[in-house]
């Protein structure tokens, strides 16, 4: 296993359009006839008469109309719709630092080996290891909600040391972490950064603050379970040695 750093990658999860574009359809069948009237009506009266400032006004007024209920997509909609999710909705950011009574290379090996980490991780539904720097997950969502599947890719590694990853480009959730590996008294101290976005850019603020905190408790109880494990193996590992 080799030691990389992707260069151009920065520590910042990925995910689909839906959260960078607002290319998608947010606009009601009702307002969609509504705008086409209204387009159809301010293009008619842009054309009448002499041409001037307010006639522009009226002709961009109603291509924008007409392209609101045409493609039932509201760029302005979507910015403001963006804003207030971003605002009521922001990522779920994990931070933990924490020390396991055993060898640092057996602690990094353990969360290395990605298809076993559904073992501790019990938020993790199923991890298939496509090649060695990328993952396809399964996430278990609170509240029986859908599980949610993204493909994720390692982007920094020092082998017994760090490992860094991230959701890629097309996946439906955004998510990104990182976990250090060092050597202290008593075993190793692990420092933990995992950071989870909600998919669905435009769900309701009420869906996002529902999943948001149960989705932290089950990540933090996860890391706990990590600690737990890695120091059974640790005393399995020492008693085959004797």
């Not at 990328?134 to 760090?162: C, F, Y």
């Amino acid at each position: 296993m080799h030691n990389y750093k992707l260069s151009g990658n920065s520590f910042q999860p990925h995910a689909t359009k839906l959260y960078e574009s607002s290319n998608v359809i947010n606009v009601g069948k009702r307002e969609r006839i509504i705008s086409l009237a209204a387009g159809a009506f301010l293009y008619s009266a842009s054309a009448k008469g002499r041409q001037n400032i307010l006639k522009k006004a009226l002709r961009y007024g109603g291509i924008y109309f007409l392209y609101r209920g045409i493609s039932g997509n509201c760029p302005l909609t979507a910015i403001i719709k963006k804003q207030e999710f971003e605002r009521h909705a922001p990522a779920v950011n994990i931070r933990t630092c924490f020390i396991v009574r055993a060898p640092r290379k057996l602690a990094y090996n353990s969360w290395r080996n990605l298809e076993g980490l559904p073992r501790f991780l019990k938020h993790v539904k199923n991890i298939q290891v496509i090649d060695e720097a990328h993952s396809r997950w399964i996430l278990k969502t609170p509240g029986g909600m859908p599980a949610v599947e993204w493909n994720a890719e390692i982007i920094d590694q020092e082998e017994g040391r760090e490992l860094s990853w991230r959701s890629l480009p097309g996946s439906k959730l955004e998510t990104a972490g990182k976990i250090y590996f060092a050597d202290t008294t008593g075993g190793t101290e692990v420092n933990v950064l995992i950071t989870y976005r909600p998919p669905a850019g435009y769900i309701g603020s009420a869906i996002a603050s529902f999943v948001n905190p149960r989705l932290r408790q089950m990540v933090e109880r996860d890391l706990s379970n990590f600690k737990k494990y890695i120091e059974a193996k640790a005393i399995e590992y020492s008693h085959d040695s004797d």
